[in-house]
């Protein structure tokens, strides 16, 4: 079996890197920073395989595509202006800068050390760690869903064989393996999109792009127009949740903390931006086919209309078994990227900045705090299958997550990293509003529905209109210590 050959040769290469990293790594700055040096095509794939997982391939594609038709290409649009040119552009080089000169190698680490405040940073790292969950979850749902469709065996297996592989993965490379495996990764999703637009275009059932639009237009004309029947609110929703949500969201920060600076850093401004471009625009172009596939309702599941089927059998009937087993090692290879990231982000939360920067400061080995890092890998590995095992939609889940996360951390990081007159009051404001937005609309829609999108672009957006509004009202830290936060980039500038 064709798919079975490419699935071997792809776990194959993935622990030939881990352990050749692990051959590498002499100390927690190799396993977890890769000693501050990616070169940028490096750094730039490993940033753009970190947003685009199986949650944008089989959950967010198919949903946005039925949904909204065409103007489901403004959310590509918005990944790849805001959520990869802009994010460099004003995030990148400061992040940079800043991180290595104040010592600090994770998000919570700079926003305790930015606001001088202990309890900012473990609250921070608890967010992380618990929030992250859901997302993780939602990677392995979307592997799931699609393995499903291609070798026909129950998901629950399959959600259990990925979290084994990521957990061995992880445990034995670090970063350093991650960041290799994100640059084939990335060639895999290349070469993969470009093929699944080419075949799902030129199929049967779509006949050629006129056809498509011509199609589209005889079964909605909303689904050709600016805005598509779902409305602007929730399309705006979309845009900023998964656009603007990566400003906040840790595991897209710490790509910055490990560029070079000077000229790589605007080589991989410019290779993401063109990554995101084609990978976004892509997937978004063909989910905007859905509805040419399936035009009176979803895919089912169990009696029950499910958007994450829609992209597994859109692919599963157009695409030749040889393309397929391309596509299937495409979203396996941007979901263990994703996967990895996420994991190192929530890991080094705990490990670095609650046991050994809180806990236990000067009192822990840095193997040993290697080894807590390792199996904290492991330990939320865990908790993201125990959450995947219990049925809900792919794109709530990844919702929840970056509402929580990216609203309660983007305004204190953004602000800190530019504006001296933020405070740990404006800080503490913009938490408390994003979860409150966050979890209340959660347990006020419910996970299944289509509101969770909105309360949670909500809880991003609000929180940057919060913490200046309470930082001006509120007391300033001591000027002695913001000279020396800012002074300490200032001097390099």
């Known amino acids: 079996m064709v798919e079975g050959l490419f699935l071997t040769v792809y776990i194959a290469i993935v622990l030939l890197v881990s352990f050749f990293s692990m051959r590498r790594i002499k100390g927690m700055d190799e396993y977890l920073l890769g000693n501050r040096s990616i070169n940028p095509w490096m750094s730039a794939f490993s940033y753009s395989t970190a947003y685009f997982s199986a949650v944008l391939f089989i959950g967010y594609a198919g949903k946005t595509g039925w949904s909204f038709g065409l103007s489901g290409l403004w959310v590509a649009a918005g990944n790849t202006i805001i959520g990869s040119l802009l994010a460099w552009l004003i995030l990148g080089k400061r992040t940079r800068e800043m991180t290595q000169r104040l010592g600090v190698s994770t998000m919570p680490g700079f926003i305790g050390i930015r606001y001088d405040s202990k309890a900012l940073k473990i609250v921070s790292a608890l967010i992380i760690f618990v929030f992250l969950v859901p997302y993780s979850a939602s990677v392995y749902m979307g592997l799931s869903y699609l393995f499903e469709q291609i070798f026909h065996i129950p998901y629950t297996i399959i959600m259990i064989m990925m979290a084994l592989f990521t957990a061995l993965y992880l445990f ?156 299937m090692v ?38 040993r705090i290697m080894l807590i890092m390792r199996i904290l890998c492991v330990v939320f590995v865990g908790l993201s299958l125990l959450l995947a095992l219990i049925p809900n939609p792919i794109i709530s889940l990844m919702s929840l997550s970056w509402g929580a996360v990216a609203g309660s951390l983007l305004a204190p990081y953004l602000y800190g990293l530019y504006w001296r007159g933020t405070t740990k009051a404006g800080v503490w404001a913009g938490i408390v509003t994003s979860l409150g937005i966050s979890i209340g609309g959660a347990l006020y829609a419910g996970l299944s529905s289509p509101l969770i999108t909105v309360f949670s672009a909500a809880a991003i957006v609000i929180p940057i209109a919060i913490v200046p509004a309470v930082s001006a009202i509120s007391a300033a830290l001591p000027q002695q210590h913001i000279d020396m936060v800012y002074n300490t980039v200032e001097e390099i500038a």
């Open 172 to 327: 034995i490379g670090g970063f350093l393996a991650e960041t290799i495996m994100d640059f084939i990764q990335g060639i895999i999703m290349i070469i993969g999109t470009v093929l699944m637009i080419y075949f799902v275009v030129n199929s049967s059932e779509v006949g050629g792009l006129t056809s498509m639009i011509t199609s589209l237009k005889a079964i909605d004309p909303r689904l050709i127009a600016p805005v598509g029947p779902g409305g602007f609110i929730p399309l705006l929703s979309l845009v900023v949740l998964t656009s603007l949500g990566t400003w906040g969201l840790p595991q897209m920060i710490h790509k910055f903390y490990t560029v070079k600076d000077g000229p790589p850093m605007k080589a991989a401004t410019v290779v993401s931006t063109l990554f995101a471009l084609l990978i976004s625009g892509g997937v978004y172009f063909i989910g905007s086919t859905s509805r040419i596939f399936f035009p009176d309702s979803m895919p089912m599941l169990n009696g029950t209309p499910n958007p994450d089927l829609i992209i597994p059998q859109i692919i599963s009937t157009t695409l030749p078994e040889v393309v397929l087993a391309i596509i």
């Open 330 to 367: 495409l979203v396996l290879a941007a979901s263990m990227s994703t996967l990895a990231s996420i994991v190192m982000a929530s890991a080094s939360a705990i490990a670095v900045d609650l046991i050994q920067d809180t806990l236990m400061p000067k009192k822990i080995s840095q193997k």
